[in-house]
């Protein structure tokens, strides 16, 4: 993984890239979350090639989960997801804590009307990383309280 | 014979959704071509059931190498699945005796390192036949030095 | 030693190792029974030697006689026959017996064993009290055994045991045994240790020297087998096995090695051709004869497989593996055949494949004779391998043996056949009576067409069916295909097609080119057969795009399209349809213009580019495209016009419209495969959660709006449908787009098309056919949607003005638009205006109509001529085509009405745009308009068309009554509000009811005058009467104007009417101030008088009596008026009260004096202070208010008095109300009915102030200064 901070760097321009070309009436505001998360897709679909390339045969969805909320995890963001939860029924809560790419932002409620957009490129990297594992899965994202949140991974039973 | 003698290393992607489209053929030219396409097709088959077996089975191997996939008169079908179920498979010429499981397990890494390159890599969309050249080549030479 | 004892031994799986018995035969076998059963008992612990675990085993003996035989001879390893245990029984207890006999045969025993070298000896003694009863002379007990432990064992004394009264059940007895049991086994595992270990060395030290020359693998074979058999005796199959896995891999090893070049000399016997292929044979413990040929080092390869592979079965089914069994019987297979290859065995053709097959199925019926259904079933994924394998050889033979060509086998075939049978021999007395031995089933088969079909398709079904159960459906479909393939050489394509069709789609949906472009070769061979000409020819149209084939294959599918299609199609004129998709790909289409929006009869090309999949040019009689047409709801394009055609741009293709007009289409996924279905994309959006309570943002985050899409499971089995020519239907009695005798090339082709437009709508491109002789082939869906458009456009009629905004009064200029839309100008058409003498039309001859194209640019000028009756004028339209427009101006000019006319910001606001903004903007000027309508009569419409146009009124008069004592004079303010510069003239004031006592005398320039725009010019008449002074005077004021710079001034009147009421004085008023008595002049800061004198003069008029009620006091009425003394610019401090209200009789002359006193503040002359006199109505007067007579008048003033004190003014002198209005708060008091005394002002004529601009000169006091600090 590239550094820490080049990353979030990189991560903050993007953001900013994609929203500056809607204002420039390329596409309406509502698809730039889309497009985010699209190329979050893609480049979890690399990751997860790289992460997985030595690991053994996952035993279950489940086990799968558990690689995201571990070495995926550790991997892209330094750290651990702090909580996992899931009904059993393929939706899994994954919750961070202190989520890298808002810590920078603010603790609290400040500019929490922008979390979204600092979110929508991880979603994408755990979907990808989800469907390049064959797990087909629609990732969302919430925040009430900065830098913590919460990522839900619904599972498409096939 | 000769001519096909050593590795023929088919590589194929098989996501449930991508319904085993090829993503990468190479065989020593031969006018049995046609016929490893055949064998590697029906060694799917094994592959599924491989895969399918993991965690079902009491000993469960979890090696991504699935090992000999089934014999043939002519060939040995070697199979190999990544985790993210691309699936790798390894037509050698049974007549070939300086193969051995090792080898064979090794060949599968060096695939699975260079299509890792290949996801990796921005100009490549996954679930598109390979046209990658270093990947090309990193076959061929493997394909050498089987002889 | 002979084989006839072996055998007997070796035959029955009986094995037990073997326990020689000496001595006293009749107590041994009274002992027999029970040792054989107790032995077995109790398991023992093997130690072994080499570190290999130890083992529990039950160990078993085969006791038998003392014979010297029995003893191996030197250099014999036969490990089966060896003794292991040599036992002398004897229940000598007497001494003298003891000396006589036993002794003797002990050390004749002993030194026959001696002989042969064997330590494994053990004397048994047997105590019975029976026996001693009827001794006498007894000895101690023991004394036998010391003398035989002293004679023989000499240091180990535990090779002689007692065991006591072995037939008693007591206890001493059982205790005796178990000691005796436990001794026996003990040695029997030291013997066993001892000897096999022995024989160990021995083989290791013999494999050792397998490089030496004269070193043969079949004598080692021999060798470590007895080790096996030994294993195998004593129930260790495990270690049995390992003897013979190693035997295989030392011979596999050999065999690679020969593959590599170095070949051992032995290995030579193996080489020898095949002579003989009846396959395995499972069913007997062991296969003697080969054994034998292997001992004798004449077995062949197969012989020593077969016999090596019957034992590790053997073996394994005793571990209950048996589907091990079947995993390594198919190994096995495929091995032999690579292993006679490498020896370069000479092989009959026809007979490894006997082998195999019998193998197979011998390997099966051994299996199925060992297991249960339900296991078999259960196992398939274990048998499936071999029955295939069988399958494949069986086919193989059948088509080696003719027994697959429709026309059976020939001479040679037979021939071949009965080698192979010979290469059989005869079938082995195991199999003989089971009726469906793989033997009698490969003679059946082979024996007739027949036949072999039954047994072929029998294993075919037998493997799919397998194959199905586990899943394996590509396996079950490749077998299937193999099976299609059968039916092809027996010429049934019928049953062939369906599984080749199964497996094409398989292929196709996992996108296997090759696969795919093979299977719908042989497809294509049996359609052809079939004579299922469509099919037949779609499926050559797919090979002949497949770019897997070599161009001579899809040269020949090609030309068997086109030659089919060459045909003159006898009996069914009906076109063969196919898909276009295998002959040529839709890449782009292009319009022109880019809009895709044209109105009616308008040129549209469509260029499409179209990609021929065929490898030779192909000529097309006709391509087209057919169009659904739909006529558009709403006429929003109509009135759009052309330029609104940008907005419905996104027409041109969902998404794929590109400002240029093109739509690109996908590109194919290699010919044949399915493209992905792609699931659809989702849709991201951000939320936020507020707080209901305060706005105050709870939470954020980014959800999915398109879940229950993108969580539906799709099926795959959708996407799988070959092109079949079912599917595609030609939609008739649709538009067409139609080329002719287009020649496609290979690659990309450029059709240009003209889209039809003749009707307005919307058109849809539906699909795309290529018509080659009796062939179309057909794209059933043009997707992206594509859709074109053709709007019809209404003729429509628009008049506005050039400059501005037209002036009232003065000829103006009018521009008529006409866009003709789907019209076109006839000769003799015209448009009827409606004449109104407010607004004639001025027919100014040569005024030149211009027609211009759609694009603006001009066609045509030609002069209008222009004929108007009283009632209408008609102006005769030039020639225009549709969508042209027509352009030409008009003069008009619009009476300016006399009257009061609605002020500009009253008018209706249904103006045109250009029209409202420039009112909005001009407000402030107070211009006067006037609404003009014209009914026009457009040529192409039966209604006639509305066209207002407004007009601005250049001036604006305002009039204001003077009065001198008695004397009137009118002034008229005429102001110009226009931004033209105006002559005026001959201005004059008329009185309406002409009376003789009136006239009005002009006090004004006779001249012509120069106006200037925003200027005003002021003209004054005196108002003369006779007898008495009109109450009210109804006046119009006329003058004439002209523009400045006009060539020649034709004069236009201007009218302005208005009404004076309250002409005549009532009242005049004088003031004087006099200096403070005693001074000749007025003095600052000193008070002097002021007089105020109020003289009626005129008698009370009627108007009077009901306008201010006076009342009757003393004799006469009297009416009371309010006085009011104010000094606005503070010249003046009036001292005391200031006002006062004085009762007047009514009657001339009557006269009032106030007196009042005020001070001078400043030196100089000073202006009187200024003095009111105003109406003092008491409460119970009536309210002056007349019931209105003309609302909307009312409403004017209102109007007016919002609108700025001048107008006030003016109309407060129009109407005493409006001063009412004007002075507000008492009136509205009044109206609401208050009891209250009420102010009324006089109209402005009323009073006459005489002391008006009267000054008096005041002189600054003596001690101003000081009076200016008390001030200050």
């Known amino acids: 993984m590239a550094d820490e901070a080049l990353f979030q760097f990189l991560h903050n321009e993007l953001i900013q890239y994609v929203y500056k070309s809607s204002e420039q009436g390329e596409m309406e505001n509502a698809r730039c979350i889309t497009k985010l998360e699209n190329m979050g897709f893609r480049v979890g679909q690399g990751l997860i090639e790289r992460f997985t390339k030595d690991t053994a045969r996952f035993k279950d969805e489940l086990d799968v989960m558990k690689f995201i909320c571990k070495d995926f995890w550790t991997s892209v963001f330094k750290k651990q997801i702090d909580n996992l939860r899931t009904n059993h029924q393929g939706i899994y809560v994954l919750q961070d804590n202190k989520f890298r790419l808002l810590s920078q932002l603010s603790a609290g409620k400040q500019y929490l009307e922008h979390a979204p957009k600092y979110l929508a490129f991880t979603c994408g990297l755990v979907r990808g990383g989800l469907a390049n594992l064959g797990v087909k899965s629609i990732v969302t994202a919430e925040v009430s309280v900065m830098p913590a949140c919460k990522f839900q991974v619904m599972i498409q039973k096939v | 014979m000769m001519t096909m003698l050593g590795g023929e290393p088919f590589l194929l992607v098989s996501k449930q959704e991508q319904q085993n489209y090829p993503l990468y053929i190479r065989s020593v030219p031969s006018d049995s071509e046609l016929k490893f396409h055949y064998t590697v097709h029906t060694s799917l088959d094994v592959v599924e059931e491989k895969v399918s077996a993991v965690g079902k089975v009491i000993v469960d191997q979890r090696e991504l190498y699935l090992g000999l996939l089934y014999p043939t008169e002519d060939y040995k079908v070697y199979g190999y699945v990544t985790n993210s179920k691309v699936k790798f498979v390894i037509v050698v010429d049974s007549s070939n005796t300086s193969l051995r499981d090792n080898e064979i397990r090794s060949m599968f890494r060096k695939l699975h390192n260079s299509f890792t390159d290949v996801m990796c890599n921005p100009f490549y969309n996954p679930g598109d036949p390979i046209q990658s050249k270093v990947f090309d080549s990193m076959v061929s030479s493997m394909m050498v030095q089987t002889c | ?1272």
């Open chain 3, 1 to 1272: 030693m002979e084989p006839h004892e072996e055998k007997p031994i070796i035959y029955t799986m009986e094995n037990k190792p073997i326990v020689t018995c000496a001595g006293d035969q009749a107590l041994f076998t009274s002992l027999y029974n029970s040792l054989t059963q107790q032995l077995p008992r109790e398991p023992m612990e093997w130690r072994r030697s080499y570190g290999r675990a130890p083992k529990m085993i039950h160990l078993e003996a085969n006791f038998v006689q003392f014979k010297e035989e029995l003893l191996p001879k030197e250099g014999n390893r036969a490990l089966l026959t060896f003794p292991f245990l040599h036992i002398y029984w004897t229940d000598c207890c007497d001494t003298e017996v003891y000396k006589a006999s036993v002794k003797e045969d002990i050390v004749r025993w002993q030194s026959l064993l001696r002989l042969h070298s064997t330590t494994d000896w053990l004397i048994v003694v047997v105590e019975s009290d029976t026996k001693k009863k009827n001794k006498t002379n007894i000895l101690p007990r023991t004394s036998i055994v010391d003398k035989i432990r002293n004679d023989f064992c000499n240091k180990q004394s535990d090779r002689c045991v007692i065991l006591s009264d072995p037939l008693k059940d007591s206890s001493r007895s059982q205790e005796s045994w178990s000691s005796f049991l436990t001794k026996l086994r003990t040695l029997l595992l030291m013997s066993f240790t001892k000897n096999l270990g022995r024989f160990e060395d021995d083989m290791r030290t013999l494999r050792e020297k397998r490089t030496e020359p004269g070193w043969s693998f079949c004598d080692y074979f021999m060798v470590q087998e007895e080790l096996a058999f030994v294993f195998e005796m004593l129930q260790q199959f495990e270690d049995a096995l390992v003897q013979y896995d190693e035997l295989d891999a030392l011979f596999t090893q050999y065999v690679l090695n020969f593959g590599a070049g170095d070949g051992a000399n032995w290995l030579c016997s193996f080489c020898q051709p095949l002579r003989s292929w009846n396959g395995l044979l499972l069913r007997r413990p062991i296969d003697m004869e080969k054994r034998e040929l292997i001992q004798h080092g004449q077995a062949s390869l197969l012989d020593l497989r077969s016999y090596l592979f019957s034992r590790q079965c053997t073996l394994l089914i005793f571990l209950l593996r048996p589907w091990e069994v079947t995993q390594r019987a198919l190994e096995l297979l495929h091995n032999c055949v690579q292993e006679l290859r490498l020896l370069e065995v000479s092989v009959p053709p026809g007979a490894l494949d006997c082998w195999v097959f019998l193998s197979c199925l011998e390997v099966l019926q051994r299996i199925e004779g060992c297991c249960d259904r339900a296991q078999l079933e259960a196992n398939c994924s274990h048998t499936v391998g071999l029955w295939t394998y069988a399958t494949e050889k069986l086919k193989s033979l059948g088509s080696l043996c003719g027994l697959v060509s429709e026309n059976g086998p020939n001479s040679e075939d037979l021939n071949r056949t009965v080698d192979l049978l010979a290469g059989l021999g005869a079938e082995r007395p195991e199999t003989a009576n089971s009726l469906q031995s793989p033997y009698k089933k490969l003679k059946e088969a082979l024996s007739s067409v027949e036949a072999f079909e039954k047994h072929y398709l029998e294993l075919s079904h037998a493997a799919m069916e397998m194959y199905r159960a586990i899943g394996r459906m590509r396996s079950a479909r490749l077998v299937g295909k193999s099976l299609a393939e059968f039916y092809m050489r027996k010429g049934d394509p019928q049953r062939a097609e369906a599984f080749l069709q199964e497996s094409l789609k398989s292929y196709l949906a996992e996108g296997w080119a090759l696969p795919v472009a093979h299977t719908r070769k042989q497809i294509a061979e049996c359609q052809k057969q079939l004579g299922q000409t469509d099919e037949y020819l779609q499926t050559s149209a797919l090979l002949a795009s497949d770019t897997h084939l070599t161009d001579m294959e899809r040269k020949h599918f090609c030309q068997e399209i086109l030659s089919f299609a060459g045909q003159t199609a006898e009996g069914h004129a009906q076109k063969v349809v196919l898909s276009m998709n295998a002959f040529a790909q839709l890449r782009q289409l292009q319009f022109r213009p880019a809009t895709a929006v044209v109105h009616v009869g308008a040129a549209l090309e469509l260029e499409l580019s179209l990609r021929s999949l065929m490898p030779v040019p192909v000529r097309l009689e006709q391509l087209a495209v057919s169009v659904h047409f739909s006529l558009e709801k709403g006429g929003a394009r109509g009135r759009a016009g052309p330029g609104g055609g940008a907005g419905n741009r996104g027409r041109v293709g969902q998404g794929q419209g590109s400002p240029c007009g093109t739509v690109l289409f996908p590109g194919e996924s290699p010919p044949g495969a399915l493209p992905r279905s792609q699931p659809p994309a989702l849709e991201l959006y951000e939320i936020q959660d507020r707080s209901p309570s305060d706005g105050a943002l709870n939470s954020a985050g980014v959800v999915c709006k398109n879940v229950h899409l993108l969580l539906r499971r799709q099926d795959s089995s959708a996407s799988l449908d070959t092109p079949s020519s079912t599917a595609v239907a030609v939609e008739d009695g649709a538009q067409l787009l139609k080329t002719h005798d287009v020649s496609l090339l290979p690659g990309n082709n450029n059709i240009l098309f003209t889209a039809p437009s003749r009707e307005p709508g919307t058109y849809t491109l539906r699909q795309l056919c290529a018509t080659v002789g009796r062939i179309q082939f057909v794209l059933p869906h043009i997707y992206p949607i594509v859709q074109y458009e053709v709007y019809s456009q209404e003729p429509q009629l628009s008049v506005e003005p050039l400059a501005d905004n037209l002036l009232a009064g003065l000829p103006q200029r009018v521009k008529f638009i006409i866009v003709t839309g789907h019209y076109s100008i006839k000769r003799g058409d015209a448009l009827q205006l409606s004449n109104s003498d407010a607004m004639p039309i001025l027919s100014s001859s040569g005024c030149v109509a211009r027609v211009l194209s759609s694009d603006s640019e001009l066609v045509a000028e030609t002069t209008l001529s222009m004929q108007s009756s009283e009632k209408v004028t008609s102006v005769s339209l030039p020639l225009a085509p549709p969508y042209h427009s027509v352009e030409f101006q008009l003069e008009v000019q619009c009476h300016i009405p006399a009257g009061p006319v609605r002020p500009e910001s009253e008018r209706l606001t249904n103006g045109e745009p250009w029209h409202r903004a420039r009112s909005r903007q001009r407000t402030s000027s107070g211009m006067s308009v006037v609404d003009q309508k014209i009914s026009i009569d457009c040529p192409w419409s039966i209604y006639s068309t509305l066209v207002a146009l407004t007009f601005y009124i250049p001036f604006k008069a305002k009039h204001l009554l003077l009065s001198s004592g008695k004397r009137k004079y009118i002034q008229v303010c005429l102001q110009n509000v226009s931004d033209m510069n105006f002559h005026v003239s001959d201005q004059q004031l008329a009185e309406r009811q002409q009376s003789s006592s009136l006239w009005l005398q002009s006090l004004n320039a006779k001249a012509k005058q120069l106006v200037h725009s925003k200027q005003s010019v002021f003209c004054l008449w005196e108002v003369k009467w006779t007898c008495e002074p009109p109450a009210s005077l109804q006046c119009v004021f006329s003058i004439n104007f002209c523009p400045a710079d006009a060539q020649r001034s034709v004069f236009t009147p201007y009218y302005y009417e208005f009404q004076l009421d309250n002409v005549s004085t009532l009242y005049s008023l004088s003031a004087d101030i006099q200096p403070a008595p005693g001074e000749q002049q007025c003095r600052t800061g000193t008070l002097c008088g002021l007089e105020v004198s109020i003289v009626r003069l005129a008698e009370p008029s009627d108007s009077e009596q009901q306008d201010e009620g006076p009342v009757e006091t003393g004799g006469f009425c009297t009416t009371k008026l309010m006085y009011e003394v104010v000094d606005n610019s503070s010249n003046w401090a009036v001292c005391g009260k200031s006002s006062g209200i004085v009762s007047m009789p009514v009657a001339a002359n009557a006269t009032h004096k106030v007196r009042m006193e005020v001070m001078p503040l400043f030196a100089g002359h000073l202006p009187f202070p200024s003095i009111k006199v105003l109406k003092y109505l008491p409460h119970n007067a009536p309210s002056t208010i007349p019931p209105d007579t003309d609302g909307c008048v009312e409403n004017d003033n209102i109007s007016l008095l919002d609108k700025g004190l001048d107008d006030q003014a003016d109309t407060s002198s129009i109407r005493s109300r409006g001063s009412v209005h004007s002075l507000g708060g008492g009136s509205e008091q009044q109206q609401r009915g208050l009891p209250m005394p009420r102010l009324e002002p006089f109209g402005p004529g009323q009073v006459f102030n005489r002391s008006q601009g009267c000054q008096v000169l005041v002189l600054p006091s003596k001690d101003d200064h000081v009076l200016e600090v008390n001030l200050t």
